[in-house]
């Protein structure tokens, strides 16, 4: 049979769903090896990042299932949410890649005073840094700021510069990714869609709909 067949749509829209899969269970699997490897403390961070990769496995598991048998009203459920998911994602996508360095200091700022003394702490040692832009030799002279820069005498760097060069890459990565599933997402829901009315030449024609 021809690609554009029933078939060849059956066939895509599975292949999809296994993608998203295999996506899913991605992040569950980073986000748990992350926090077992004490690589990131935030159990906010850790619950998001599982929680994302539980919703794609769902929503892909529901997509697989209504491919497979055909099922109307899981596919029409499954365009739903995967169009509201591409809307969603899609704008986020877009907002990480039109953020300047001037709002990502803002945010990084506001974020910087509303943690608490030992994140903060945690995040001096890791970043090898001290202080919080034009607060660095506050910081400095300190006795709170741990940072292995302190101890070899050395002026420390500023941890605002090492959160933007950070920040600024991951905003780069994150919207570029997120703009490439969004679009796939799209053809998610072309494909949900075409299947959904074409007929199952295996099947009784009269039984169709």
Not at 80 to 96: A, K, P, R, T
């Amino acid at each position: 049979m021809v690609c554009g067949g029933f078939a060849c749509s059956k066939n895509a829209l599975c292949a999809l769903n296994v993608v998203y899969m295999l996506v899913g269970l991605l992040l569950i699997g980073v986000a748990a090896w992350g926090k077992g490897l004490g690589l990131v403390s935030s159990i906010h961070i850790i619950g998001g990042v599982i929680a994302v990769g539980v919703f794609l496995l769902l929503i892909a598991v529901a997509g697989l299932v209504g491919a497979v048998n055909h099922h109307q009203v899981l596919l029409f459920f499954y365009m739903i949410i995967l169009g509201l998911v591409f809307i969603f994602q899609f704008g986020i996508s877009c907002s990480c890649l039109a953020i300047n360095r001037s709002k990502q200091t803002d945010v990084i700022n506001a974020s910087w005073w509303v943690m608490s003394n030992n994140t903060r702490h945690e995040l001096e040692r890791s970043f090898d840094c001290c202080g919080l832009f034009n607060l660095t030799a506050l910081y400095q002279q300190e006795d709170t700021c741990n940072a292995m820069c302190k101890s070899r005498g050395s002026p420390c760097q500023m941890c605002g510069e090492k959160f933007l060069k950070h920040s600024d890459e991951a905003l780069k990565i994150l919207g570029g990714v997120g703009l490439f599933f969004s679009f796939t997402e799209i053809l998610g829901v072309w494909l949900a869609m075409r299947f959904r009315n074409q007929k199952d030449p295996r099947a009784n024609p009269s039984a169709f709909l």
